[in-house]
């Protein structure tokens, strides 16, 4: 068994689409990645995270039955749970936060489990980047891989803390107006040139219903992301993509930048089922059939037979 132990926000989110509207549902970066990443075979998975003693034992139970390790889940007495609320636009990529409570993950310590301080992929979820920045220097091996995902609202109250942790990672996966935010470029081929000077040498931008790029060194391979009749709900795609994208690197071991593009393909074909329903409802009922024929169409989306 391969160890991934994953770092992020478990949460309540309000969410609002042209579609409908939601009362406090589970939500988070590390909800998503976790529920993602047990779709693989062959790895073992581990939340650090924080969560009120509001957060409602059902949900728990249902990261469990998943066999996500939660150890490493903090519950403060008398806390409340990260909240977050958005508003997704009538064209669905783009969304306005209305409202984000930090609540117990003002005060965090992560701990990582003793199992875990050896884990061979290590995903930097969405949190504080000294959460993240904590989270590594906890691990007694060097990990094979550590991706990082963040967002614009720490770039905007924590950018010097957040240039550190990208210093410390291997990819990081980003969307493309973060990229151009945290990089003054526009063009994205430059975004990244500029995002991979700063320590990653792999650089994934997310571009939402318009797919994934992936760049190393020279080199950029595309996914598409699947064309979908219904989108009821971008919620957590971008995480899930991650729990996809690493969850398959932990399965198969291999980091080379050729199976990079396989686990690319991965995330992007499990975030095709996260925004079918409202929240974590489509990922909690999941099939591994749903998922092997999703992967099939993606394939041939993308083959052609050009002699060159
Ligand atoms: P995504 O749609 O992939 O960007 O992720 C949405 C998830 O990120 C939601 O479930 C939120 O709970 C969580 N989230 C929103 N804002 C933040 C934040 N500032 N830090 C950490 N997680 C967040």
């Known amino acids: 068994m391969n160890k991934l132990l994953i770092v992020g926000t478990v949460a309540f989110d309000a969410i609002e689409t042209p579609f409908g509207k939601t009362d406090k549902i589970l939500g988070g970066a590390a909800t998503y990645i976790g529920l993602s990443a047990s779709n693989f075979n062959n790895v073992d998975s581990a939340i650090v995270s924080v ?18 390790d939660l150890t490493g889940l903090e519950t403060v007495k008398g806390g409340k749970t990260f909240f977050w609320s958005g508003k997704y636009h009538n064209d669905m990529n783009s969304r306005d936060t209305l409202d984000t409570q930090l609540n117990v993950l003002e005060n965090f310590s992560p701990v990582v489990p003793e199992a875990y301080k050896d884990a061979d992929v290590v995903m930097l979820g969405n949190l504080h980047p000294l959460v993240q920045l904590g989270v590594l220097e906890q691990m007694t091996k ?57 320590g990653p040498k792999y650089v994934v931008i997310k571009k939402g219903e318009h797919g994934a790029l992936l760049f190393h060194e020279d080199n950029v391979f595309f996914a598409p992301a699947l064309p979908l009749e219904e989108v009821f709900d971008p919620t957590g795609a971008g995480d ?69």
């Open 240 to 308: 899930t993509f991650a729990g996809g994208f690493t969850g398959y690197i932990a399965s198969t071991g291999n980091i080379s930048f050729e199976n990079m593009k396989n686990a690319i393909i991965h995330g992007s074909n499990l975030a095709s089922f996260c925004v079918e329903k409202f929240g974590t409802e489509r990922m909690e009922s999941l099939s591994k059939d749903e998922v092997s024929s999703r992967l099939k169409q993606f394939k041939e989306l993308t083959q052609f037979d050009i002699e060159l």
């Open 51 to 68: 969560i009120g003693d509001d957060f409602p034992q059902e949900y728990l139970d249902m990261l469990s039955d998943r066999n996500i």
């Open 142 to 198: 060097k990990p094979k891989l550590v991706v990082l995902d963040t967002m614009n609202f720490w770039m905007d109250c924590a950018l010097a803390e957040l240039k550190q942790v990208i210093a410390k990672v291997d990819v990081i996966t980003i969307n493309d107006e973060e990229a151009r935010q945290l990089s003054g470029e526009y063009s994205l081929v430059k975004a990244a040139r500029v995002i991979a000077a700063m």
